[in-house]
Each structure stands twice: as structure tokens, then as C-alpha cells.
């Protein structure tokens, strides 16, 4: 029996189930939002709170044990530097789950990870990006694709004047080729009959 056992096990072993939890976290504090199952942001969400509190603190302790966590110093200073002083006034819930969607491979409910005191973002960036989006053409562009379609038609529709040079040079390629060059095989069957006659 699993009496006053509170931890969700993720269906994985002990050192999975930190590596699978750091990893969402790590992607969490770059991006500030991740896209995961709902039991592992659930999950996720009550150790970043625990780490988003080290950094709240900005002691030598808290730096170490954050380190221990993570091993990587950029993500570190980040966390120490920009997410912690963001939470100065706030006094626990650092990240919300929200639910997301139906994945459609296996029917897996999704959720959204993020922090509470995050950046705001631009609606571009806030805009979901996939694959068979098309990309929309401004006014401005189509305006133009016009009026360059007006000045192609105009184009045609003006007389072609030649220089006098490239005139030249026309007519005396037409005369080379109107003559005939002769072949060598010609020549040699001409030479033949001269001299058996």
C-alpha cells in the first residue's frame, strides 16, 4: 500500500522521472512557457516553485542548490537575475497549468506551463506558428505587384528601337550564315573527280 506516498511517479524510475522534470524546467525558465501533459506540468509546476523560491533568496546556498539542480550557469544567472526579482512581492504560485488541447497520436490531454509574472509577449509571438499557415500578403504588396503588371504591360506595347551598331552587327551574322561554308568531305569529293579525269 502506498499510504501518505504524494509524489506521482510519471510510470518512470527515480532518476527518470529528475531528469524528465529538470528538463521541462529547463525549458520552462529559457522560454517561460512549455507545452507538456498535464500530470507532468502538475508535476513540474510544484518543484519550479521550490526553485523559483531559491532564487527569490539570491544567497550563496540557493545559488548552489540551483546549480545542483540544472549545471548550467547562463540558466542559473538567469533565474537569480531576472525570473527571481520578478516574484519579490509575490508570495507562492509562480507557475499556472493550463489545459491545452487533445494530443492526437494517443488522446493524452495537454497543458500549458508557464509563469504567472511573465513577459508580455507581442500577438505575433502569441500567434500559434504551424506548418500550413500561409503567409498573408500586405495591401502594400499586392498594390505594387499591380502597378509593376501596369508597367510590363506598357512595356510591350512600346516600339523596340535598335541601335545602329547592334543593326550592324545583326545583318552581318544573317550574311555569314546565308553562305555556305563548305564541308571537307566536299572538297575532297571534288578533288577526286579532277584528278580521275
Partial sequence: ??????????????????????????????????????????????????????????????????????????????????????????????TRVLRYKVRRGDGTEMAILELTEKEIMSPEERAPKTKSAKKKTPEKTVAESKSSAVEQQTAVTKPVVIDEEQSDIDALAQAASDEEIESPEDTTDEEEEKSSE
Avoid: C
Fill in 1 to 94: 500500500m502506498r499510504h501518505r506516498k504524494l509524489n506521482t511517479r510519471l510510470s518512470r524510475t527515480t532518476k527518470h522521472r529528475k531528469a524528465t522534470v529538470s528538463n521541462i524546467m529547463r525549458g520552462l525558465f529559457t522560454s517561460e512557457r512549455v507545452v507538456t501533459t498535464v500530470k507532468k506540468a502538475k508535476v513540474t509546476s510544484r518543484y519550479a516553485d521550490k526553485v523559483i523560491t531559491l532564487a527569490k533568496q539570491n544567497d550563496l546556498s540557493a545559488i548552489r542548490q540551483v546549480e545542483a539542480i540544472f549545471q548550467d550557469k547562463n540558466l542559473v544567472h538567469k533565474l537569480f537575475h531576472e525570473i527571481g526579482p520578478r516574484f519579490t512581492d509575490r508570495n507562492g504560485g509562480y
